[in-house]
């Protein structure tokens, strides 16, 4: 299986930071993607990280360890609109994207 | 530029019946990938098609069956439908290159009563 691992909930606070983290099995591993997805809608993109170490992009951060099969995503001044499910989704090969049952997270005031 | 789109958007159908779902690639993306998701799960990778040939496929049976067309838009079909096949189902389209993310439609939601 592809065993990819995620808290399936988290709470957390208008304006604080939230660390999402993602656990994945290495085999045949080429890059890993994060997507958002709010309630009813599609999945969206948010990053995709293929070496080790973190790429910023605004308010959100994305870290990778190809060697420990890890990712966490970072969520700063989180706002009530940042609220829907975070989707670790590892690539295994040319364009062939999995993805894990998700966090949902719930940004109270 | 066109995003991806699906139809129907909401679908009815019968156990034992069979159904096409549809789906619009966006502007030149060339290949199309097929993800079911039942509620409060992740999408499960259901079949890819690359320039009209699948190009890999999931744990999923063969009543579930697929095509890509000249124009790369594609057809989802499943036959002898279940109840458990009630769930949403996503198109995504990418460019074909390596690091390129999905692109999703906003998906057709099935019941199977």
């Known amino acids: 299986g592809q065993n990819i691992d995620q808290p399936t909930e988290m709470t957390a606070t208008e304006g604080a930071i939230v660390q999402i983290n993602c656990t994945y099995q290495?085999?045949?591993?080429?890059?890993l993607f994060w997507y958002q997805q709010h309630a009813g809608e599609a999945p969206t993109f948010l990053s995709y990280?293929?070496?080790?170490g973190l790429e910023e992009k605004g308010r959100f951060s994305s870290f990778l360890s190809r060697s420990k099969g890890y990712s966490y995503l970072l969520l700063k001044e989180l706002q009530m609109k940042d609220s829907a499910s975070y989707l670790c989704?590892?690539?295994?090969?040319?364009?062939?994207?999995?993805f894990g049952i998700g966090t949902k997270l719930q940004v109270i005031p | 530029e066109t995003g991806v789109t699906q139809s129907p958007t909401h679908l009815i159908k019968t156990r034992g019946q069979q159904v096409t779902l549809r789906c619009s690639s966006q502007?030149?993306?060339?290949?199309v990938s097929w993800y079911q998701q039942a509620l409060g799960q992740g999408p499960q990778f259901i079949f890819q098609?690359?320039?009209?040939?699948?190009?890999g496929r999931g744990n999923f049976p063969p009543r579930f069956s697929g095509l890509q067309f000249p124009n790369y838009s594609s057809e989802l079909n499943v036959n002898a439908l279940e109840l458990d096949d009630s769930a949403l189902y996503l198109c995504?389209?990418?460019?074909?290159?390596?690091?390129?993310?999905?692109?999703f439609g906003n998906g057709t939601r099935l019941t199977v009563t």
């Open positions: 098609y690359y320039r009209e040939e699948e190009n």
């Open positions: 502007s030149g993306h060339n290949t």
């Open positions: 989704a590892p690539e295994r090969g040319y364009q062939k994207v999995t």
């Open positions: 290495t085999s045949g591993f080429n890059g």
């Open positions: 990280n293929v070496l080790d």
């Open positions: 995504a389209s990418s460019p074909g290159q390596d690091n390129s993310p999905l692109h």
